[in-house]
């Protein structure tokens, strides 16, 4: 990497001539400062839009509850399955700096048009008394809400599979100097994060709800233009990655080539044909090798049925007809993920319900604190913040130094027992939301007001639980996605993790649509639909996602968890690994116990 850095921002100094001076080498923490500068500006104004838009669409566009739902959850659903396509483009064809700089110029195009519908009249339907009929918006403002939100939504897909990675990329891992310079990244990286999250929770969604819509959408599509003004001021600083190709398409080649190759006997193989194998500098990096003796019927993809398929310097003549066993491998390797990250989808299903019906139900209760201040209904995502990160201090600040000096070994909760943890908060999260939902809708309907008098803080425990859902399943699912993938498809894990966010959001549209569509034959009492949650029925909403929590958990226990309990076969791999540098290291007069040393504690990190 530092080759690269070099050949991209240092000169050739004239031993003859006095006045020419080296260029500082690119990558580093002088462009480092730069990326977080640009990372923490564009959080702060995303997550300003994404942590109150349910109450801007409810309060300023009159939608009602189905329409709303489909906006917001569809909107968070776009903007995550975006994110593939991000990485595609970003590994193809553009690289992780224009993708970036695009993204974040679609994000600011798209923030522009929602301050515009704050300050502009004609962009917004009639203001709303709670108790009359709302005027709805008509299609033309619609259609410029939807074009601003789709802006955005494309600028997240830019931005999400390349900001880590392009930070990552200014470090040379290969020295010991470069990964801890890495890992202090991260641990930068999560703060600017969560810093710009308080700001976002507390402060701008004050300004918004509070004050002026207009000024506190002003204030993210400022951070924006500042984001972009620092990302550019420091590009002579970068490192530029060259693109390599999108292991999508290497895997879509596997799937093409193995179907092509349909009606291959593998059990003649060793016999009549032999497989594409070439040398491959990362060839060690797969991680499991348990998995890879599933799904055989991939195999055929890398079968050499035809001395033609290869060229005269061994290349295939067509990738599409003929891929290497390497490339079949890496498929493999997604394939095994799909059973347990299949389980967290439900679990994300239960954490979408607290930004959209979650919100909804703090506008309808008593949010007033004294006399004269009201507590902003997105603040309550604040608890989910704070209850995950005490989960994680507790965890690792306290339980696994404890039960290590107790045990005098490594004790960390497994996976499998993470992820069932995780299904049983997010079953205990819903029915929760249902019985508060349940005594909200009483009392407003005994008072016969909009407004319940229940306090809003009774919320506090159904966003605990989604909290914690998030603590453990979600942050273990992300693990076990990371894991199991080798190191050229990091990338893939994270895209795989947003598109189980994004299909969660769309099964969570499709279920509201349909129940909506069943219980509004009963206009008495339907379950949801309309402004005014009084006269739903949420409660029974949240036992069915409560019901479908049940069944997942029973999925998981008797089926998923078996792929969740593969520890040991990455141990396995890795150690094996691990002994060919060792000797690799020793004939190259390297004192191994050092190097075992440094590689067994890159061993420990990964076997979580």
């Known amino acids: 990497m530092e080759t690269e850095s070099y050949s991209h921002s240092t000169g050739v100094q004239d031993p003859l001539s006095l006045e020419s001076k080296p260029k500082k080498p690119a990558g580093g923490w002088r462009a480092i400062k730069y990326i977080l500068g640009n990372e923490s500006f564009e959080k702060l104004a995303s997550m300003s839009l994404v942590a109150n838009i349910t109450v801007y669409l409810r309060t300023k566009y009159n939608l009602n509850g189905i329409l709303l739902v489909n906006v917001v959850t569809i909107w968070s659903g776009s903007s995550n399955l975006s994110s593939i396509a991000g990485a595609i483009i970003s590994d193809v064809c553009l690289g992780r700096f224009l993708t970036l700089l695009i993204g974040t ?17 004609q962009l917004r339907p009639p203001e709303c008394n709670e108790q009359s009929p709302c005027t709805q918006p008509h299609k033309l403002q619609l259609g410029f809400l939807f074009t601003a939100l789709g802006m955005i939504a494309l600028g997240a897909g830019c931005i999400r599979p390349c900001n880590i990675a392009f930070g990552a990329d200014q470090f040379d891992t290969k020295t010991e100097k470069g990964r801890a310079q890495l890992e202090s990244f ?30 506190g959408f002003a204030i993210p599509t400022a951070c924006l233009a500042i984001s972009i003004t620092v990302f550019l001021i420091g590009q002579h600083t970068y490192i530029y990655k060259k693109t390599q190709g999108s292991v999508f398409i290497d895997m879509a080649k596997v799937v093409a080539a193995s179907f092509r190759k349909r009606k291959i006997n593998l059990g003649s193989v060793d016999n009549q044909h032999s497989f594409y194998d070439p040398v491959q500098e990362k060839e060690a990096e797969i991680a499991n090798p348990t998995k890879l003796k599933r799904f055989n019927c991939l195999d055929k993809a890398a079968v050499i049925t035809d001395p033609g398929e290869l060229d ?29 990250w299949f389980s967290g989808i439900a679990c994300f299903l239960v954490m979408d319900q607290q930004s959209t019906f979650g919100v909804l139900q703090a506008i309808q209760m008593n949010r007033s604190v004294g006399n004269h201040f009201k507590i902003p209904p997105a603040w309550l995502s604040i608890t989910s913040m704070i209850a995950l990160s005490i989960w994680i201090y507790i965890y690792e600040g306290i339980y696994i130094p404890t039960a290590k000096k107790i045990l005098k070994r490594r004790s960390r909760l497994l996976l499998q027992h993470r992820i ?59 693990e076990f996605v990371t894991v199991q993938m080798p190191e050229s498809m990091r990338s893939v894990a ?59 958990l029973i999925y998981f226990t008797f089926f998923a968890s078996s792929y ?40 420990d990190a990964r076997t979580i």
């Open 420 to 478: 069932g943890i995780g299904i049983v908060m997010s079953i205990l999260c819903m029915v929760v939301a249902g019985v508060v939902e349940k005594r909200r809708r009483e009392l407003a309907i005994k008072q016969g007001s909009f407004t319940s008098s229940v306090p809003v803080l009774l919320l506090v425990p159904q966003f605990i639980l989604s909290g914690l859902t998030e603590a453990f399943s979600a942050v273990a699912i992300m």
């Open 494 to 552: 994270g895209s795989i993790f947003f598109l189980s966010l994004s299909i969660a959001s769309y099964l969570s549209a499709l279920i509201v649509n349909v129940i909506s569509s069943v219980t509004g034959r009963n206009r008495k009492s339907p379950w949801l639909g309309g402004h005014d949650l009084n006269k739903n029925r949420l409660d029974y909403y949240y036992y069915i996602i409560a019901t479908l929590g049940v069944i997942n």
């Open 564 to 603: 969740a309990s593969c520890g040991k076969a990455i141990k396995v791999a890795e150690e094996s690994q691990l002994q060919n540098s060792v000797n690799q290291l020793e004939a190259r007069d390297f004192p191994p116990n050092e190097i075992m040393q440094d590689e067994e504690r890159g061993l």
């Open 186 to 215: 991260f641990n930068w990286w999560y703060l600017l994060f969560t810093v710009a999250l308080v700001i976002a929770l507390t402060g701008v969604v004050y300004i918004q709800t509070n004050i002026s819509w207009m000024i």
């Open 312 to 340: 005269a310097q061994g290349m295939p003549t067509n990738s599409w007809k003929l891929c290497s066993v390497q490339q079949v491998q890496q498929l493999k390797c997604l394939v095994g993920i799909i059973p347990v």
């Open 105 to 121: 110029i679609c994000s600011l195009l798209g923030m522009v048009g929602m301050t515009l519908t704050t300050s502009i009249p």
